[in-house]
């Protein structure tokens, strides 16, 4: 069972039975049970048209679904008949199905988390864990956005700014795990880009390309992280730099600026130095002055803290770290290694310890770890 070819293919057909008249809970229901039959029959039975095979058998179920309700008997009048079965328009709804989904009956972050859980294949964990609350929360958030546009008519596209946090989210998931989903995400605002003319939507594919431009460098061998600090930098996409920076430089220009825009400068600055020591500290932190303006993130505050402490040193940089909650994420992780600059060697190997703990992801908690045994080993 080619389980990327499923994915690939959920997004389309959940945009025809939105456009044939199914509400968006309905149709998600549908099109999750087409995919399990698919699992169930495509190994002995592959269709030569899957996505028509898809859209069928999900048609299919909406049907028996809502004849089986009794409440929906007068929506059940208004639709239109099965379509037959055959080869389905090659189109690329995702896009589209990003802008149905972000509705205006929907708050942004519910749209947001819907669409992310919907269409961009986000876990609820994952959902949660980008937007620091408990998963128990996102899963009713989600549950609620399902609830209210249940049997609502997506005729009414929502705004450019909640899909691009819906890509900027997909892409950060893919970067820190998933290339196929970070590349999506890429290929989507794209076609944003080419539809649309927005300095933000064009600040969003500058930042893409210039984080992932260093994609091949963030990982050894072993498929352990490597910090920016230590990566090798003749292993970055210097075709992809070029091409964000541009991008970047004419968005900035129209002086419209936005975060999108300012977290790509911080990035293209990353990107512009030939080493690590050459990089503009300076520059950074008022970058991250901007974005703090702009969104006030713990997040941000958190990353400008780092940035201080590079260019003004780590204890200033421990006392910005000391304003934050020591929530947030990676928090423990950044005041270790400020101690370490600071050369507290024992409080760092001590933090790096307990961060470790608290890692998202396997690979971060053995960085973290490598970095503590690594301090105590100095310290004998």
């Not at 995919?35 to 028996?64: S, Y």
């Not at 998963?135 to 929502?158: H, L």
């Not at 703990?357 to 960085?367: G, I, M, Q, S």
Request: hydrophobic share 45%; aromatic share 6%; with cysteine.
């Amino acid at each position: 069972m080619d389980e990327l070819l499923l994915r690939s293919l959920t997004p389309s057909v959940l945009a025809v039975l939105v456009r044939r008249g199914a509400g968006f809970a309905a149709a998600e229901d549908a099109v999750q049970d087409a995919l399990v039959e698919a699992v169930r029959v495509w190994p002995g039975d592959a269709p030569r048209d899957p996505k028509g095979w898809l859209v069928t058998v999900a048609w299919r179920r909406f049907l028996d679904t809502t004849r089986a309700d009794t409440s929906r008997r007068r929506r059940e009048d208004r639709l239109d008949e099965e379509p037959a079965p055959g080869p389905a328009p090659a189109v690329d709804d995702t896009l589209q199905l990003y802008f149905l989904c972000a509705h205006p009956s929907l708050t942004p972050s519910s749209a947001v988390a819907l669409t992310l859980r919907a269409v961009g294949g986000l876990t609820t964990r994952q959902i949660a864990r980008a937007y620091l609350v408990p998963e128990a929360t996102m899963a009713q958030r989600i549950s609620r956005a399902k609830r209210t546009v249940s049997g609502v008519r997506f005729d009414r596209p929502g705004d450019v700014s909640t899909v691009l946090r819906v890509l900027y989210l997909v892409f950060n998931e893919g970067y820190s795990g998933d290339v196929d989903l970070a590349a999506e995400a890429i290929r989507l605002t794209r076609q944003l880009a080419a539809a649309i003319d927005h300095p933000e939507v064009a600040g969003l594919l500058a930042l893409m390309l210039l984080h992932h431009a260093r994609r091949a460098s963030r990982t050894g061998p072993d498929g352990s992280l490597v910090p920016l600090a230590a990566q090798d930098r003749g292993r970055w996409d210097t075709g992809m730099i070029v091409e964000g920076v541009g991008i970047l430089q004419a968005a900035l220009a129209r002086d419209r600026l936005g975060e999108f825009q300012a977290q790509a400068a911080v990035a293209a600055l990353h990107a512009d130095a030939p080493t690590a020591e050459e990089t503009d500290w300076v520059q950074i932190v008022e970058w991250y002055d901007e974005l703090t303006g702009l969104t006030d993130s713990p997040v941000v505050r958190l990353n400008r803290a780092v940035a201080v402490g590079e260019a003004d040193g780590p204890r200033a940089g421990l006392a910005e770290l000391a304003a934050l909650s020591d929530s947030l994420p990676r928090y423990t992780a950044v005041a270790a290694y400020l101690h370490e600059r600071d050369g507290d060697l024992e409080t760092a190997a001590r933090l790096y310890a307990e961060a470790a703990h608290k890692a998202p992801t396997l690979a971060e908690r053995d960085h973290l770890t490598r970095q503590a045994a690594r301090l105590n080993a100095e310290r004998r």
